[in-house]
């Protein structure tokens, strides 16, 4: 039986608010979380994705955002915990810690090292089912990276993915729309009932219209009622109005993310448009992460100013 009943509609990767000395800001990770879930089309929470910083968070801080989220929503909605890891030893021992942390469900990264030196669909597989053997009564999510990289899973791959029973959807940012069409084909061919969620941050609109069931995407941790608003116009399949909500979106997409991918500073840059537009009080990342600039600061104001958005 699954372990979270509906994965339909809109998922943010939840930014981790950190105090000025890089603390994790437990109370400003409640308000935030409280804040997100008070959304109507938000289904769930997701911790520790890159967009909350993961990359600079000890294991033990990652089961700590996770206790703190799923405790301020408890009985609310519920929490996925994504498992960042190097094996299949190091990632159980991740998995378990995120259960009793109170995460309802995992989304699965692929190794980093995969990266640099690839992997077969056997060592993918396995680390599927070491991290299911670990928490067999949570969900799992399949993060699928870029196509540029080694660590890309084949159409192939993916369909046998959606054949595990224990694997309940996909959190798909191929960067590529030819594969990603393809994809999406062959998951919806292996177990149809399998959810979809798209996270191209950087181009919403083209890849909601691609038959998807909703979007895990750390941007909505910041403009949650406008990629709300962008999904509800795609799913009446109101072309016009998702267009008039993407050019709401657009500035503050490039804002962000600078016409590229999500980045260690794109996530600053989005916790400074969290800060102007009033989500959060304190904008600080932990180093190496840098700050925005000025620059940056004037083309977040001016995007949220055309979103009516503007607070600070």
Not at 168 to 193: E, H, L, P, S
Not at 222 to 239: E, H, M
Not at 267 to 272: P, Q, V
Request: net charge negative.
């Amino acid at each position: 039986m699954p372990s979270i009943t509906n994965y339909h509609g809109i998922i943010p990767a939840i930014s981790c608010p950190f105090t000025p000395d890089h603390r994790i800001d437990e109370p400003a990770l409640r308000k935030l979380a409280s804040w997100l879930a008070g959304h109507d089309g938000v289904v769930a929470i997701m911790t520790n994705g890159h967009t909350g910083e993961v990359f600079s968070l000890t294991p033990a801080e990652r089961a700590e955002v996770t206790r703190i989220v799923a405790s301020e929503l408890e009985g609310r909605m519920p929490v996925i915990s994504s498992i960042v890891c190097e094996g299949v030893v190091e990632a159980a021992e991740h998995a378990r810690a995120a259960q009793a942390a109170g995460a309802k469900a995992l989304d699965v990264m692929p190794p980093h090292h995969w990266l640099r030196f690839g992997f077969t669909p056997g060592h993918a597989l396995e680390y599927f089912e070491a991290i299911h053997r670990a928490a067999p009564e949570l969900d799992l999510v399949c993060h699928v990276y870029p196509a540029w990289t080694r660590a890309s899973y084949s159409s192939q791959l993916l369909a046998d993915l959606a054949r595990l029973p224990y694997l309940a959807a996909f959190k798909v940012g191929q960067r590529d729309m030819n594969k990603y069409a393809r994809d999406i084909q062959a998951i919806r061919d292996a177990d149809a009932t399998k959810a979809i969620l798209t996270c191209h941050d950087e181009y919403l609109l083209a890849s909601m219209v691609q038959g998807v069931d909703g979007a895990l995407v750390g941007f909505a941790t910041f403009i949650p009622q406008l990629i709300i608003d962008l999904w509800n116009a795609v799913k009446a399949g109101d072309l016009k109005k998702a267009q008039d909500v993407q050019a709401l979106i657009t500035p503050l997409k490039d804002a962000v993310y600078g016409g590229g991918e999500p980045t260690g500073e794109a996530h600053a840059r989005m916790k400074a448009g969290m800060y102007l537009a009033g989500v959060i009080a304190d904008p600080t990342v932990r180093p190496p992460t840098e700050a925005p600039t000025a620059a940056d600061n004037e083309a977040l104001r001016a995007g949220l100013r055309k979103a009516g958005l503007l607070a600070r």
